[in-house]
């Protein structure tokens, strides 16, 4: 199943910036999902199953990295990628 997250990362307590283009720059290297970014938000395309496996490493090795973060997804079982 096709599927599109919409993601922002909020690292608490301390410089943002960093940890949140080296999150970015960790899912690009996946070849199974499209990332694109803006200024809002991150959107991630690919198969609903590939999505979650490569979030759920890495938004764990974010965790055990740079300690307490807030995630917030939105995820619709659609391919939504505008071209």
Do not use: C, W
Not at 15 to 25: A, L, S
Not at 59 to 69: A, C, L, N, P, Y
């Amino acid at each position: 199943m096709k599927a599109s997250v919409e993601m922002s990362m909020y690292p608490l307590g301390r410089e943002f910036i960093p940890d949140i283009k080296e999150f970015i720059e960790s899912l690009k290297k996946n070849e199974k999902i499209i990332v694109e970014v803006n200024g809002m938000s991150t959107q991630i395309f690919g198969e609903y199953r590939d999505i979650m496996q490569i979030l759920t490493v890495e938004i764990e090795k974010s965790f055990q990295k740079h300690g307490k973060s807030v995630f917030v997804l939105k995820i619709i079982n659609a391919f939504l990628q505008e071209k």
